[in-house]
């Protein structure tokens, strides 16, 4: 479900304060309203622990999961009960975990990724305690309607998948915080997790999810980094382990300057309005700009305003 004003940003749910009789099948319970219908059980005989993040990003949703060991299934009891139909990926963030859909299996361990589909019985299991980021989107929204060669393929070290993962973990933790400025990124996320689709599919991507993935990197990095007034193409080309060649291809007309400029511009106009007594000169560092006069004319050309008097405008509006 998309992100709305009404809809919030961040929620979180545990088994604390749950009587340990009781804790799996709160737990199961709460699979079952965070994703899609599902049974699981436990593995081992301890108490169980379990906490689930939940972050809307638009038309994706972001949960951290971090449970004692245990299996998820989904049957074909349950997927004929719902019309759910989601694809979902799985990226392992501590220990190791398994995905069997389609007749494969993956293994995760730090770092790689897999997808499933709710519209296929599937199973996931960690044999102890582990931490995933679970992503589910509609399965309209992705390029892809035909998933049978993508699911249950691990995406690892050395693949798109490493870029994609990196992401969207970038996007958790921003969404987290300030969801609001963040929004900006969301469309970019399902373009991803197409192209990593697309590479789980077909173990081979096109020039246009390449680039696409590149496009990607580099606006996460300009997002994370404007703030270095040292910042340039060299820098930025190091970061996401291209040629400065291919920067200059994939990133189109803006460039690189203009893109940094845009982005710090962006940020400069939401400090004006929601820290008015910040000095305009302090704005201008903390976004980055080497010189006040160079923040000025930078803003006034992107804003037809100084920095000044789009302050006072907002304030009045």
Known sequence: MPATADQPAYSEFSTVGVPVEDAFAYWRELLSTTFVQLVAEPVGDGSFRGRIEKVPCGDVELS?????????????????????????????????????????????????????????????????????????????????RDTRQLTARTLGSGTPGTVVSTFLMSLRDAARDDAAQTAVL??????????????????????????????????????????????????????????????????????????????????????LVHNPARPIGAVATACGFDSESGFHRAFRELTGQTPGDYRQAQALS
Do not use: W
């Open 64 to 144: 951290t999961v971090a449970a004692s060991g245990q299996i998820v299934r989904r049957t074909r009891t349950l997927i004929d009960r719902g019309n759910e139909e989601y694809v979902l990926a799985s990226i392992q963030l501590e220990k190791c975990g398994r995905i069997e859909q389609d007749g494969r299996i993956a293994v995760l361990t730090a770092g790689a990724m897999a997808f499933y589909d709710s519209t296929r019985p599937y199973s996931l299991q960690c044999d102890e305690p582990c931490s995933q980021l679970v992503v589910q989107v509609p399965k309209r929204e992705l390029s892809i």
């Open 186 to 271: 969301f469309p970019h996320a399902v373009g991803l997790l197409s192209a990593a689709a697309s590479f789980a599919s077909s173990s081979e991507l096109g020039p246009r999810d390449v680039n696409a993935l590149v496009r990607q990197q580099v606006s996460d990095f300009l997002h994370r980094n404007f703030a270095d007034s040292r910042l340039d193409a060299h820098t930025v080309a190091q970061a996401c382990n291209v040629s400065r060649r291919s920067l200059y291809r994939v990133v189109g007309d803006e460039g690189v300057a203009g893109q940094l400029r845009r982005i710090r511009i962006e940020r400069a106009k939401q400090m």
